[in-house]
């Protein structure tokens, strides 16, 4: 049973709808798909590049619409609560965070009167990011997180949460599908010939090219996505990474990454069905090009930080193997802001 304060809540959670574009879920105080937009940007020798913007989001990132269903998860606890399948109070979750998703998920929480998020950041923080978490709510933990790769019972042991749940791995909560399903669909929704996109966790990317095979290999197409999709087969999804500890895409590198899903073979896989085309792949991106791509992006007025835009930043890389006349899209994943 739910106390008053629970049953607010539930009440405050709404659900438009799983998929019904009439009836878009975020974000949650001005509901519409898309959610963020989409405009052409000028890059020199290209003739048709467009932007997907989500610096548009609340606190500025894509992060937010992973925040959302998190909201959304917490609406599931009550739910089975008011139905006597759960008796104990709204557990709290555990997360290692650089900032922008930690951020993210607290002032949603925050906006929902739900448990406050557990952060565990490196010792080597930015005491700005650190002091901007610690005043909107998250409780606060670190560690040198270079050390070694942390399991899930290490990282809520470490978050003082050892019985409650950890949502950096958990794949129990559907982050390859689930996540960023809205988005993937505004994104695909431009029919681009090459879509470039951060690469951090992968989550983005591996939600993105999940719902690219759902469209390409079912008869049943789900009512968000609009065009050809035989148009998607002939994609090439590009993912941009680094592995310099030193970048400045500070958001796409980590000396460990022990939950990242979506790896060489499963591209290779999506590759051989036809899911996308043969460049769809990974790319590590060289430092100096960041710096032509910062330079571009604030020329045109875009809200970005390096790890935002690095997409733009390979496409520059690679444009002697990109054909000039393909449509491109590229994701800016936007740039937090911190109070």
């Not at 681009?192 to 966790?201: R, S």
């Not at 960041?290 to 520059?316: H, R, T, V, Y």
Request: proline content about 6%.
């Amino acid at each position: 049973m739910l106390s008053k304060s629970e049953e607010k809540i539930l009440k405050s959670i709404v659900v438009a709808s799983e998929n019904d574009p009439q009836k878009p879920e975020f974000p949650p105080d001005d509901p519409k798909f898309p959610a963020t937009p989409t405009y052409k940007i000028k890059v020199p020798g290209f003739e048709n590049v467009w932007l997907k913007d989500e610096s548009y989001n609340p606190t500025g990132t894509h992060k937010d619409r992973m925040a959302w269903e998190l909201v959304v998860t917490y609406r599931n606890f009550l739910m089975a609560k008011k139905n006597w399948l759960m008796e104990w109070w709204l557990p709290q979750m555990s997360i290692i965070s650089s900032g922008s998703a930690a951020v993210a998920i607290q002032t949603m929480f925050k906006r929902y009167n739900l448990p406050n998020l557990k952060v565990l950041l490196d010792v080597g923080i930015d005491k700005n990011i650190l002091n901007s978490l610690k005043k909107i709510g998250c409780e606060i933990y670190t560690t040198n997180l270079t050390k070694k790769e942390l399991s899930p019972q290490e990282i809520l042991l470490m978050t003082n949460n050892s019985k409650w749940i950890e949502i950096t791995s958990s794949q129990a909560l559907d982050p390859s599908t689930r996540f960023y399903d809205w988005l993937s669909y505004e994104i695909l929704n431009n029919s681009p010939d090459y879509c470039f996109i951060p690469f951090g966790t992968g989550v983005l990317y591996e939600n993105i090219l999940n719902v690219n095979k759902q469209i390409v290999a079912s008869l049943n197409i789900d009512p968000r996505f609009k065009w050809d999709k035989k148009k998607l087969m002939r994609c090439d999804f590009i993912g941009a990474t680094t592995n310099n500890p030193t970048t400045k895409a500070t958001k796409l590198f980590s000396p460990h990454l022990p939950f990242t899903h979506f790896n060489e073979q499963r591209i290779n896989t999506y590759r051989h069905s036809w899911y996308c085309w043969p460049e769809s792949n990974v790319y590590i991106l060289q430092e100096h090009y960041l710096d032509e791509a910062m330079k571009i992006a604030e020329s045109q007025w875009i809200n970005c930080e390096p790890s935002g835009i690095a997409g733009l930043a390979l496409l520059i890389q690679m444009k002697d193997k990109i054909p000039k006349n393909k449509k491109i899209l590229i994701v800016n994943t936007g740039k937090t802001k911190y109070k």
